[in-house]
Nanobody, 114 residues
Framework: QVRLVESGGGLVQAGGSLRLSCAYS????????MGWYRQAPGKQRELVAT??????NYADSVKGRFTISRDNAKNTGYLQMNSLKPEDTAVYYC?????????WGQGTQVTVLS
């Protein structure tokens, strides 16, 4: 099965930047789609960004600020987060689709100070 491990979260001031990484295991199945989701305390988990091939999609709240990418040679996906806002504070999860199934990482905390 696919195994995902997020890293790169932390504490940052408003307006700052962070880059999240999602390392994924190699399997017989290709990673078709990768995405980043986030869940703030008391809130539902929501889509942040996805990447399928060279196609990307972003939530309106992060457009122009976040960039999703992947490096298959390194088995790693990334979420570059710029101009961070306090409302970006959440646990960020990496999701991968492989073999017709979804796989989730354990999450990494991002806290943006106001």
């Amino acid at each position: 099965q696919v195994r995902l491990v997020e890293s790169g979260g932390g504490l940052v001031q408003a307006g700052g930047s962070l880059r999240l990484s999602c390392a994924y295991s190699r399997t017989i199945f290709s990673i078709n789609t990768m995405g980043w989701y986030r869940q703030a305390p008391g809130k539902q988990r929501e889509l942040v960004a996805t990447i399928s091939g060279f196609s990307t999609n972003y939530a309106d709240s992060v457009k122009g600020r976040f960039t999703i990418s992947r490096d298959n040679a390194k088995n790693t996906g990334y979420l570059q987060m710029n101009s961070l806002k306090p409302e970006d504070t959440a646990v960020y999860y990496c999701k991968a689709q492989s073999g017709g199934k979804d796989f989730w990482g354990q999450g990494t905390q991002v806290t943006v100070l106001s």
